[in-house]
């Protein structure tokens, strides 16, 4: 085994792929070949290192260098000068967003060094392509653990112990899903793990499967051996391709070295695996709605009970985890359940992952202990909300959670406490939001998005939803009245009190949400026809400031609907009545005289 | 639609049908990997090939087209050359990509879920893809681009009109 002076780690996630970071890499490898380095310096393609926003990202290390937003071009320079001469190259190193400040060590920026990273572990810092280095993070050694010296009781009461709780959303805790699947009377059982992760604004699953997908192998094959199952599935969603090879590749790789199939570490306990990719349906990552859609049917959900740990897949007892959920479970065997139980708060324990995106600095994926404030999250790991725009709300919990709001971001977040904030944990996604957004226009985005994905068996959920849409359609679009506020309550309580799966059933939260922290954002839109955001281009007025306008009659020949009118270099008008509000001369208008009211 | 349809569709493309279908044939849940495999060989999914795999994996018609219909990523219509996506995720949305379809509907001179009439690309809008710290984003393809505005769309539509 080659020994090498330092390792650059290039991030392959989905967001840096998008930035263009194979280029890098291959400029990398072509460069250290030309100046002779290839033997002393490793470069190596990981997994999401989380800051997807400034990607392509690298870490070099010994040091720990940071870079950020690196190109091709700039592949040379830090050969030369950092590999070299042992100087940083300043112009990539990561900028603290408000004062500028330059911190070149990856664990002095906030955005690492708060976090704490469990089920991230790996994700960033190996080769997911190669087993030996997951191997080397103390991969698979839990499952050798379990498999030479625990009984399938214990490895359940370890997990009980632990405290740690189903990390797709529901929070139901995972020892006892186990247990109930243990004791489910039944001789094939199956173990599957829910990889179907649809909250639009999450995305650590998928981080899990390309960057870490051996964390997900292990544990399941744990999950085999404490349930009794020999036979375990993983349904991934169809949009997630780079992460259905990674795990092909992952689990041809865990064949390989018995660590999977027959007899494995020849304890005479046999587990395989297959992958299942979904076909495009929000609905398939409720559990009996994937269910059906691993049995080749439509992925419609049925009513529970009964629970799939008692007739799940082919009406056999089922373990149904979440990638997360999984992703923790080596480390918890590893370093027992103790040390887990000081993390967290007293009912939420652990780490969780969130997905920071929208209007935040720092986009990307971040693991806090359970119990870290909005605050923290927002402003000191996601670096604040940019262009110096004010906090207005985050979204937690996808289409089924709620919104925070100013008054909660001092709130320590955990299970419980998101509830009773009005939203939920869901699967981790955390959209900030700022003033420019509107309210009841997310909640009509929300509901156009459960609308179109409800699977249409019931129908409070089929009907309902449709007509929420309806209302709240009518309202961004200036024509509401006051009694549609009363209605939409009524229809979401009793949605949510009849429809038969998890998804109808939450589809409501987003709009009673805004209503209960955005009331007056809904009567503005429904009394004075006017969305204080800016964004419903139906309550929205242009016009052209005499002051700034130079009459140079651009925006009058951009204009669809020749609503605009005027002599050349004196001001010219828009006529309200023929304005179908484009947005034309707006973005046209060289002098910035157009205005919205 | 029936004689339209069936340009392009070979022998040959029925020969790797049949392989794919002798493979998961009497396994239990082999409808939807088949459908994807028949997707991909033949770009979408037309009646005569939802009839085959009916036929091939033993299931009756009417349960192959209910699960067809179901799957948004089943398509019983030929598609472009180039499929342009564009993401509606939250992350996505709130950064405006309302505005990014709204660009490509005016350049490409179709509506969402067409086909120009040249054959060249279809408009189609995806759920969450899973690149919320890049929104907003749109893929042609496997190709993703990210931090989109909609002054960068002629671009992108003039990088693969030539491909």
Partial sequence: MNLYRAHVLICGGAGCLSSGCKAVLDKFNTELKAHNLQDEINVVETGCIGTCDLGPVMVVYPEGIFYQKVAPEDVTEIIEEHLIKGRYVTRLLYERPASGEQIPFYNEINFFRKQQRIALRNVGLINPEVIEEYIAQDGYLALGKVLSTYTPEQVIQVLKDSGLRGRGGAGFPTGLKWEFTKNAPGDQKYVICNADEGDPGAFMDRSVLEGDPHSVIEAMTIAGYAVGANQGYIYVRAEYPLAVQRLEDAIKKAHEFGMLGENIFGTGFSFDLEIRVGAGAFVCGEETALLASIEGKRGEPRPKPPFPASQGLWGKPTLINNVETFANIPVIINRGADWFKQIGTEKSKGTKVFALAGKVNNTGLVEVPMGTTLREVIFELGGGIPNHKRFKAAQTGGPSGGCLTEKDLDQPMDYESLVAAGSMMGSGGLIVMDEDNCMVDVARFFLEFTQDESCGKCTPCRVGTKRMLEILTKITQGKGEEKDLELLEELATSIKATALCGLGQSAPNPVLSTIRNFRDEYLAHIREKRCPAKVCRALLQYSISSELCKGCGLCARNCPENAISGEPKKPYTIDQEKCIKCGNCLDKCPFNAITLK | ?163
Wanted: aromatic share 8%.
């Fill in chain 2, 1 to 163: 639609m029936t004689e339209a349809c069936c340009h392009g569709i070979t022998d040959e493309k029925y020969q790797k049908l049949d392989e794919v279908i002798n493979q998961y044939k009497g396994k239990p849940g082999g409808l939807i990997p088949v459908l994807h495999q028949a997707q991909l060989i033949f770009g979408y999914l037309p009646k005569e090939v939802q009839i085959k795999v009916a036929e091939g994996l033993d299931i009756p018609l009417s349960e192959v087209y209910g699960v067809v219909t179901f799957y948004t990523f089943f398509s019983q219509k030929p598609r472009g050359k180039h499929t342009i996506g564009v993401c509606l995720g939250t992350a996505c949305y709130v950064k405006g990509a309302a505005e990014i379809v709204e660009a490509l509907e005016n350049s490409l001179g179709i509506k969402v879920g067409d086909t120009t009439d040249n054959g060249e690309f279809s408009l189609m809008v995806t759920r969450c893809i899973g690149a919320c710290g890049l929104a907003p984003v749109l893929t042609v393809g496997e190709d993703v681009y990210g931090r989109l505005s909609p002054d960068k769309i002629p671009e992108i539509i003039k990088h693969y009109e030539k491909m």
